[in-house]
């Protein structure tokens, strides 16, 4: 998995599900495997697994919300972003937060 | 999306010159329309929503929300306004002219609540916001955001 994310605003009913579908097709257009989870109005949808999110290089975090059980991803890279920019920018998010996670990588 | 959205739940070239005057027009309407018991606790959550960040869109949309018990049904108000307004942040800087409301009870029919979101991730493309912009009348309106009820 090239990266898992996880979208959430503060009523869960318009710019979570929007950021996570952007995401989604943002992440098919570059070819990359990604799972993206909605922490909303209707509760955890599309909640990645343990495995998912152990074989993930990365999780996205596309909210200022405090998110739900992030102990599944203890040891990876998170990155914060704010989610407006996932809906307006997705794939430029999705390359910034790559490149940086692969510069980290590198550096260890 | 039958009760959710129907033709009365339209409102085109409407005069309204504020982010806090069309707040207060959704929650008059929304009462007058038998959508929630008391105008005033929805203009109030419909303000709160916007106290924690801006719900403008992109392309002059905005989609103003309000999660509160005296909503009796999930319900979803258009508004296309006369002029466009410069209080009302987006993240792409255009200014809003078209007001997509979604107003849900608390404990609300998780149905209601995903054609909701399936109805706002709609917007996610570009050219349906654009198809959005020509619609000119109730019917149109009414058409395009009934077929829109599909994920594209």
Known sequence: MDFVAITSCPAGLAHTPMAAKALENAAKELGLEAKIEQQGAMGLKNEITL????????????SDQKIEKMGRFEGKPVLRVDINMCIKKPKLVIEKCTKAVDAKLREQ | MTNIFTRENIFLNEDLNSKDEVLL??????EQLAIVDDYSKVYKAF???????STGMQDGIAMPHALNDSVKHASIIYIKLKNKLNDWDTFDETKVNKIIAMLVPVNGEKEHL???????????NEEKRQRLER???IDEVYNFLNLNNVEG
């Open chain 2, 135 to 137: 619609c000119a009348t």
């Open chain 2, 114 to 124: 995903q054609i909701l979101a399936e109805f706002a991730v709609s917007l996610i």
């Open chain 2, 47 to 53: 303000n709160n929503r916007e106290l924690e960040s």
């Open chain 2, 25 to 30: 027009f959704l929650s008059k309407k929304a």
């Open chain 1, 51 to 62: 495995d998912e999110a152990k074989s993930a290089k990365f999780l996205l975090i596309g």
